[in-house]
């Protein structure tokens, strides 16, 4: 799958529960995103910008919430969390490791931390350096100047290393239960329960053996793997393939329709160019063909993710 900044991704075994999204590894909410789950992993959670977490965010390692995000429930970390100016947590914050505070923070019901509390001050760091620089200059020190400078140009594109397995929600999406909202493409990794009505604007890949309980509706193509199990209409605007011993209970609409003669769909089937049937040996040819043009075999560019 080709990582491009904008492509939601939920990792194999992934479980979507009423309130909390159940996960592995690290977790990135982008800018501008409203999360009605909470979410619990064993890896760390990065909160981007403005973001909205309804739930408890419960992390066995590291937490880094940005500025002016707000989080409804309560906050637990097994490492360190640092938080951006402004952010709000509805409920407790708890944390094994060191507290990095910025100014204007708001915890309702209180904290506790056994690490060091560090209380940064309002002033950006960016005044800092302008400060610093003016006064190189006052001394006539240009070299100085020049050394830091090169620093700065060199630590710009400094990025923090995630794990191999990570949930990646890009910038102004929309998860919840009744709406679930995506600018671009949708990857479902394997063996996950979704749960949620989807709208997405770009592709849609779905690995073998998830369950989602809702509806689907894109722009572009749907490819569904082996054995799933989707509660929900899938209404496409270009072509959907459904692979082996896939139900679907709902309608399917689409541009063009592929099916295995192993799955079975309890609702209708509309297509403008038709419906036709997958045998074995072609449905494996034409998905290693789909997968090499799409370079969904490929995972690049994690190295901008945090930038």
């Known amino acids: 799958m080709t990582f491009d900044r904008k492509t939601l991704v939920i990792p194999d075994e992934t479980k979507f529960e009423e ?55 309560n906050v637990k970390s097994g490492g360190n969390v640092f938080l ?27 904290f506790e931390a056994k690490g060091w509390i560090n209380i940064r001050s309002p002033i950006p760091i960016i005044i800092y350096i302008f400060i610093y620089l003016v006064q190189l200059l006052k001394m006539g020190h240009s070299e100085e100047i020049e050394k830091l400078l090169n620093e700065i140009e ?17 910038n102004n999406s929309i998860i919840g239960i009744q709406k679930a909202q995506i600018d671009s493409n949708l990857h479902i990794g394997k063996k996950s329960l979704i749960i949620g009505n989807y709208n997405v ?19 572009h193509n749907i490819s569904c793997g082996k054995n799933i199990n989707i509660h929900g209409n899938i209404d496409c605007k270009g072509e959907v393939r459904i692979d082996d ?10 541009d063009k329709i592929y099916i295995s003669k192993f799955a079975t769909i309890d609702g209708m089937l509309q297509a403008n160019k038709g419906v036709s049937f997958l045998s074995i040996i072609e449905n494996k040819t034409e998905d290693k063909i789909r997968r090499f043009e799409s370079n969904l075999d ?3 560019g994690l190295e901008d993710i945090m930038e």
């Open 19 to 73: 309130k909390t999204i159940f996960t592995n590894g690290d977790v990135i909410v982008s800018d501008r995103s409203l999360i009605r789950f909470g979410i619990k992993t064993n890896g760390r959670i990065f909160v981007g910008e403005h973001v909205i977490i309804d739930g408890d965010i419960d992390s066995s390692k590291d937490i880094r919430i940005d500025t002016f995000s707000h989080i409804g429930g």
């Open 154 to 170: 060199e630590n710009n594109g400094e990025t923090i290393p995630i794990s191999d397995i990570f949930l990646f929600i890009p």
């Open 298 to 300: 490929k995972i690049e």
């Open 84 to 110: 951006g100016e402004k952010v709000k947590i509805d409920g407790k914050l708890s944390l094994s490791g060191d507290l990095d505070v910025a100014d204007s923070v708001s915890v309702n019901e209180g």
């Open 245 to 254: 011993n896939t139900l679907i209970v709902g309608d399917i609409f689409g």
């Open 201 to 219: 604007k770009g592709n849609i890949v779905i690995d073998d053996d998830v369950i989602l309980f809702g509806s689907i509706k894109n722009s």
